[in-house]
């Protein structure tokens, strides 16, 4: 049986490099967090021990991505529409676990069932 390959969309695997790169490097000066992490590290405000735990846990880096690829959209032509939406959504509720100003309360909107379905793609 031969299969026909689909292949990914080259806009969709750049975004998905990016996003991947910026949580690989701990999420650290991506402007989505619109915060100086370095600072606010070193003041107190972020939890470095939070911090840590978050993006080395594996269920909260999972919940991340999907919340990521339930956001991501492309239109007919294979071009993403809202690379910068979908990275901002999963890093809200990465911001939450090691954050203290930042709670569950914060994410605006909020998250949605969609957003968080677990689709074992």
């Known amino acids: 049986m031969s299969l026909t390959m689909n292949p990914i969309p080259h806009d969709l695997k750049c975004a998905l490099y990016w996003f991947i790169n910026f949580t690989s490097k701990g999420l650290l000066d991506n402007p989505a967090w619109e ?3 370095i600072a606010e590290f070193d003041s107190g ?3 470095w021990d939070k911090y840590l735990t978050t993006i ?3 269920t909260i ?3 991340a991505f999907t919340i990521w690829m339930n956001n991501i959209q492309m239109d007919d032509d294979g071009i993403v529409q809202n690379e910068q939406y979908a990275a901002f959504r999963a890093f809200q509720y ?3 676990h090691f954050d203290h100003r930042f709670t569950n309360d914060d994410i605006q909107p909020s998250l ?3 957003e968080l379905d677990e689709h074992q793609w």
Do not use: H, M
Request: charged share 30%; glycine share 0%.
């Open 35 to 37: 915060l100086d992490s």
């Open 56 to 58: 080395n846990d594996p």
């Open 45 to 47: 405000q972020l939890n």
């Open 61 to 63: 880096i999972t919940t």
């Open 112 to 114: 949605t069932r969609e």
């Open 94 to 96: 990465l911001r939450q």
